[in-house]
């Protein structure tokens, strides 16, 4: 006990918890100038486009790396016969 009255602690306060960045009052849902139901078709319209781009690409570079391997291709079967 003596031991542990001899030992000098120091009991900082509590902080207090750390200010956000954004105030999460000022933060604003992107504003499609009508209901939930018009909010909601327009994020699907949005994001159909989006995966019809991604496969639009996907399919361009599939056909480009085929074009390039083709030829390739055809020359090493040929040598192999």
């Known amino acids: 006990m003596a031991f542990a009255k001899s030992l000098k602690v120091e ?3 509590p902080r207090p918890p750390p200010k956000e960045a954004v105030d999460q009052g000022s933060r604003s849902v992107a ?9 909601i078709r327009k994020r699907v319209e949005s994001f159909k486009a989006h ?10 570079y599939a056909d480009s790396l085929l074009r390039r391997i083709r030829p390739i291709t055809k020359k090493s079967s040929l040598s192999g016969s």
Request: proline content about 5%; charged content about 55%.
């Open 51 to 60: 995966q019809e781009r991604f496969t639009r690409e996907r399919e361009q």
């Open 11 to 13: 009991i900082e306060p």
């Open 31 to 39: 504003d499609y100038g009508g209901s939930e139901r018009d909010e």
